[in-house]
């Protein structure tokens, strides 16, 4: 058995040590459980945990020890955010209003990572129905950010964030419609993928399934290249999905960012906060691609106001979702939720279709500006983590104030985006910077991505220091 802790490995060091029979799948899950049972209760990162995970382990385990592997990921322990299913387990949502009744069948990036030998450890919480950032729902409480345990993880992948910070396992799926894999890895300090719309298949849609894309959540690089080879395969349930595309995404991944033109953007329609440390943190990155080879410079896709498009998109949603609930449960809902229902749900249909057709015109933007620039560069979020406990106040102005006003634009726009750490602020926090790129160039956004990874060198958590402190906060549902 290797002399590192299986559970802080990477995928890719343990299929590694998998496949020289230098440690069993069977041995990393162990690791990884015992994990989950010292930290989880502070953490609060699970809805639920799998009790197949160790046969499934066993099995792969079987393969191995034969020489047969059954796909790229075999043996790998993977988490699932509760706004996908999983067969066997209900998907909540984070909702106390929600069915129980299990899921008949997987979501298609769940079988993707389940035919590629991925151990499903379990289901991680969500914000209710995925519409804040806020680390929090009804059903579960609060999920704590594995730095700091006063702070959120962000969400809507709070969970996820949370469980990849936190070492229980290396892959972790989130869900991202305005932000929600890129915010929580952010925060969490992990790598957050959006890929281009579409290149994950989805079923059944949410309700922002107009916008939303599954994605890795990893403590890597090359981690997240090698999973979404997996979630990326065309399904027939999804109309909208790509063709398939069976490609290992780390092809080309090391070939860096020489010659390309990189675009420094501070404005994505309209002005978006950013402290200090968030300046420093995209000048920094800027610094190590120009190091790189990339020409930076400062543009401007010169947008519409995205705060309007997004903010219908995600309004509409939510006050068609409130209105489907029965007056008897609605008191169950998270007040914040109801209230975005209340001020959006009276739009007209012409008001909807204007917003459409601004959407129209940023994508057809940033077509054009990608004719200029290979990526862009941008903060992910307008500053650290904030306080886990703190209540959701004016939530339509906290979505482009404090929440999301530097990821929800390449919602809209269909693009690639990927949330790359980039080093701690001065509180011991993760700070983080996003790389985007034209649809369908999800790779350019994979060798930027390493390229500031490489110069980076980030830390993992250390959940010890905070244990002891934390015990007594930790009074939320914990799986």
Request: aromatic share 6%; proline share 8%.
């Amino acid at each position: 058995m290797t002399q590192t802790d299986p559970a802080l490995l990477s995928a890719e060091e343990l299929l590694a040590l998998y496949a020289r029979r230098a440690l069993s799948p069977v041995e990393t899950l162990k690791a990884v459980t015992e994990r989950v049972a010292r930290y989880n209760p502070w953490v609060n990162a699970f809805a639920a945990l799998n009790p197949r995970a160790l046969a499934q382990a066993g099995e792969s385990e079987a393969r191995w020890a034969a020489g047969r592997p059954i796909g790229p990921l075999d043996g790998v322990p993977v988490t699932v955010k509760d706004l996908l299913n999983l067969a066997g387990f209900p998907t909540r949502r984070g909702s106390k209003i929600t069915d129980a009744t299990p899921a008949a069948e997987d979501a298609p990036s769940v079988m993707g990572l389940k035919a590629a030998g991925a151990v499903i450890l379990g289901k991680t919480t969500t914000t209710e129905f995925g519409w804040k950032t806020p680390g929090d729902c009804p059903l579960h409480g609060i999920t704590r950010n594995p730095w700091d345990p006063q702070r959120t993880t962000g969400g809507s992948s709070s969970g996820a964030g949370a469980a990849g910070a936190a070492c229980f396992g290396p892959l972790h799926i989130g869900t991202d419609a305005g932000g929600s894999i890129r915010i929580p890895a952010a925060y969490c300090g992990l790598v957050g993928v959006k890929p281009t719309y579409g290149r994950v298949p989805q079923w059944p849609h949410s309700a922002f399934g107009s916008v939303s894309c599954a994605g890795p959540m990893t403590r890597s690089v090359r981690d997240a290249a090698l999973m979404l080879g997996a979630m990326a395969r065309a399904d027939v349930r999804d109309p909208f999905c790509l063709p398939d595309d069976p490609r290992d995404w780390r092809s080309g991944i090391e070939n860096g960012v020489a010659g390309m033109r990189v675009a420094l953007v501070r404005r994505l329609g309209f002005e978006a906060p950013l402290d200090a440390e968030g300046e420093a943190a995209m000048e920094q990155a800027a610094a190590w691609l120009r190091e790189a080879g990339a020409t930076v410079e400062e543009a401007d896709p010169e947008l519409p106001d995205t705060r309007h498009v997004f903010g219908r998109v995600w309004g509409v949603a939510l006050a068609r979702m409130v209105g489907l609930t029965p007056d008897n449960r609605k008191p169950f809902l998270d007040a914040g939720l109801e209230e975005v229902a209340r001020r959006e749900g009276g739009m007209s249909a012409i008001d909807f279709l204007g917003a459409e057709a601004m959407r129209t015109q940023a994508a057809h933007a940033m077509g054009q500006f990608h004719l200029r620039y290979d990526l862009i560069l941008t903060a992910s979020t307008p500053t650290a983590a904030f306080a886990a406990d703190q209540p959701t106040l004016h939530p339509t102005e906290a979505l482009w104030r404090d929440w999301a006003p530097w990821t929800f634009a390449f919602n809209l726009t269909r693009q690639p985006a990927i949330s790359v750490p980039t080093g701690l602020d001065a509180h011991g926090m993760p700070r983080a910077v996003q790389v985007a790129a034209a649809q369908g160039r999800d790779d350019l956004c994979f060798r930027a991505a390493r390229v500031i990874e490489q110069a980076a060198a980030f830390p993992m958590a250390n959940l010890a220091a905070h244990r002891v402190a934390s015990t007594k906060n930790s009074g939320e549902h914990t799986a």
